[in-house]
Structures are given as structure tokens and as C-alpha cells.
């Protein structure tokens, strides 16, 4: 089992930034890939962006060059630093892991960007 905890969330406005936090818990060892989805309201959920264990990253289109993925060498945190925040950011933002065979998510925190 991977527990995984975000943070980071909030109220922000256009042009600003945030910080998200994820931390993983559990057996750790068995996470190949970690990275942020989003889903706003009546929207589907989408991958944001990825890391590897191999620090390989993946990103949305839409975000790239203004979001940032980073993980920690121990395998346990990962974080999306976000810049330029636009309204259309606004969203749930979702922390996930992999292990083999299965994906792991976190309770999801809201990123709100408004004036």
C-alpha cells in the first residue's frame, strides 16, 4: 500500500504562483512514476505532469513552461511548481504514484486562481 498526502492548494490570482507538495508513505520502494492530474467541474480528469524514477518528465501541453515537476531522491515526495497561474488552471489537483500493477491517488486539493 502507498498512502499519499498533497498540499499546497489555494486562492491565487491570475499572473501568480503556487506550490504543491505530495507525500508518499508506505512501501515507497515499489514507486516507478509519480505526477499531478487535474480534473475541474464537468471536466475529465488530465495528467499535468509526470516524473520518473529516472527523472524523466512529462508534461500538458498547456502547461509546459509555466509548471515545474520535481521529485526527491527517496522516492517519497514529489512537487508542482506553478507560475503564471491562468484562470483555466482552476481545478482539483490530484498527487498519483505507481507501483506495478496498480496506481495510487491522493484525496486531491484545490487550486483556485481568480481576482
Known amino acids: 500500500q502507498v498512502q499519499l498526502v498533497e498540499s499546497g492548494g489555494g486562492l491565487v490570482q491570475p499572473g501568480g504562483s503556487l506550490r504543491l507538495s505530495c507525500t508518499a508513505a508506505?512501501?515507497?520502494?515499489?514507486?516507478?512514476?509519480m505526477g499531478w492530474y487535474r480534473q475541474a467541474p464537468g471536466k475529465q480528469r488530465e495528467l499535468v505532469a509526470s516524473?520518473?524514477?529516472?527523472?524523466?518528465?512529462n508534461y500538458l501541453d498547456s502547461v509546459r513552461g509555466r509548471f515545474t515537476i520535481s521529485g526527491s531522491n527517496a522516492k517519497n515526495m514529489v512537487y508542482l511548481q506553478m507560475n503564471s497561474l491562468k484562470p483555466e488552471d482552476t481545478a482539483v489537483y490530484y498527487c498519483?504514484?505507481?507501483?506495478?500493477?496498480?496506481?495510487?491517488w491522493g484525496q486531491g486539493t484545490q487550486v483556485t486562481v481568480s481576482s
Open positions: 498519483h504514484a505507481d507501483v506495478p500493477i496498480k496506481r495510487y
Open positions: 508506505g512501501r515507497i520502494f515499489s514507486i516507478y512514476n
Open positions: 516524473i520518473t524514477t529516472g527523472n524523466s518528465t
